[in-house]
């Protein structure tokens, strides 16, 4: 007999700078929780903003998740060749009037109070110097996270209109996000609690599409001595791709899982299969955000 479990997950990385500890515990919960249910796992860069972006560093990403025993399934997907699964999207709901043209700077709305309230909808904007937004899906005001339960969405940002391209001509983080994660037939996503405002959008993008939302699990954000993110912008050192026991096991444990200082002389692949064997939501930090030294 054989038993299927339907499980696939994913890590989802932008290649803006090589991995630093935050990034790696996403990725680490993401695989753990994979694994833990004999799922797949699988790497997708998602490289739709060129601004932000460093040469090489997916290349870098992809190198370092596999010096640390991350091995993923199947082929790694770059948002960049699905430019126009996003755009396809786009004039569809352009044509059927359910989105629109916007030509209002983030100025504008800002001194309009900070949400953005239809302004464009009727005015028949064309392409040029425009955004645009979806007429706003049914409002998520909440959802289920299974380390956190129901959380409860911001009500006038769940109204809003959002942006589905941006004016400067690139795609959208919560469009393409939604259209991957459908195409992939993702049913579990596991990232860090920096995207739990957003995700309302998201299942509100499903439901508009007709598709069942994935479950939601999301990781406690590492932040440094001051609160701030761990992030390429605020310098967060790269991890070290020649020796990554300190910092698996600095994940690990920041995770909820402490593993005794033996395991430092093991191999990346042996932490991993027990970790697997230990992952367990219960001892996961029910903090959004934990301070790290690392
Ligand atoms: N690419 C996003 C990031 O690096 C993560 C997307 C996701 O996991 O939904 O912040
Ligand atoms: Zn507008």
Same mark, same amino acid.
């Given at each position: 007999?054989? /038993?299927?479990?339907?499980?696939?997950?994913?890590?989802a990385? /932008?290649?803006?700078?090589?991995?630093?500890?935050?990034?790696?515990?996403?990725?680490?919960?993401?695989?753990?929780?994979?694994?833990?249910?004999?799922?797949?796992?699988?790497?997708?860069?998602?490289?739709?903003?060129?601004?932000?972006?460093?040469?090489?560093?997916?290349?870098?990403?992809?190198?370092?998740?596999?010096?640390?025993?991350?091995?993923?399934d199947?082929?790694v997907?770059?948002?960049?060749?699905?430019?126009?699964?996003?755009?396809?999207?786009?004039?569809?709901?352009?044509?059927?009037?359910?989105?629109?043209?916007?030509?209002?700077?983030?100025?504008?709305?800002?001194?309009?109070?900070?949400?953005?309230?239809g302004?464009?909808?009727?005015?028949?904007?064309?392409?040029?110097?425009?955004?645009?937004?979806?007429?706003?899906?049914?409002?998520?005001l909440?959802?289920?996270?299974r380390?956190?339960?129901?959380?409860?969405?911001?009500?006038?940002?769940?109204?809003?209109?959002?942006?589905?391209?941006?004016?400067?001509?690139?795609?959208a983080?919560?469009?393409?996000?939604?259209?991957?994660?459908?195409?992939?037939?993702?049913?579990?996503?596991v990232?860090?609690?920096d995207?739990?405002?957003?995700?309302?959008?998201?299942?509100?993008?499903?439901?508009?599409?007709?598709?069942?939302?994935?479950?939601?699990?999301?990781?406690?954000?590492?932040?440094?001595?001051?609160?701030?993110?761990?992030?390429?912008?605020?310098?967060?050192?790269?991890?070290?791709?020649?020796?990554?026991?300190?910092?698996?096991?600095a994940?690990?444990?920041?995770l909820?899982?402490?593993? /005794?200082?033996?395991?430092?002389?093991?191999?990346?692949?042996?932490?991993?299969?027990?970790?697997?064997?230990?992952?367990?939501?219960?001892?996961?930090?029910?903090?959004?955000?934990?301070?790290?030294?690392?």
């Amino acid at each position: 007999m054989t /038993s299927h479990t339907h499980y696939i997950g994913r890590f989802a990385p /932008s290649p803006s700078g090589p991995l630093h500890f935050g990034s790696l515990v996403a990725a680490l919960g993401s695989y753990l929780d994979a694994r833990a249910h004999d799922g797949q796992w699988l790497v997708r860069i998602e490289d739709i903003d060129p601004p932000r972006e460093v040469a090489g560093a997916a290349s870098d990403i992809l190198q370092t998740l596999e010096a640390y025993g991350l091995h993923w399934d199947g082929a790694v997907r770059y948002q960049s060749d699905h430019l126009l699964d996003y755009q396809a999207q786009i004039d569809a709901w352009l044509a059927s009037g359910e989105a629109y043209y916007c030509t209002c700077t983030r100025k504008q709305i800002k001194a309009a109070g900070g949400i953005y309230l239809g302004t464009c909808r009727e005015k028949h904007h064309g392409p040029e110097q425009a955004a645009v937004r979806l007429k706003s899906p049914a409002a998520i005001l909440a959802f289920e996270d299974r380390l956190h339960g129901t959380l409860d969405m911001d009500a006038a940002l769940a109204r809003e209109d959002f942006t589905i391209k941006r004016r400067d001509g690139l795609y959208a983080y919560n469009l393409a996000v939604v259209l991957d994660d459908i195409d992939q037939g993702i049913t579990d996503v596991v990232r860090g609690a920096d995207l739990i405002m957003p995700t309302g959008r998201h299942i509100a993008l499903y439901q508009k599409l007709g598709k069942v939302a994935p479950r939601y699990l999301h990781l406690p954000l590492a932040v440094n001595a001051d609160g701030n993110k761990l992030s390429k912008q605020n310098h967060a050192p790269a991890i070290n791709r020649a020796d990554p026991m300190p910092a698996l096991l600095a994940a690990l444990a920041f995770l909820g899982m402490p593993f /005794s200082p033996d395991w430092r002389s093991a191999k990346p692949g042996e932490l991993l299969a027990e970790a697997v064997k230990r992952w367990s939501i219960a001892t996961l930090p029910r903090e959004t955000e934990v301070k790290t030294a690392f």
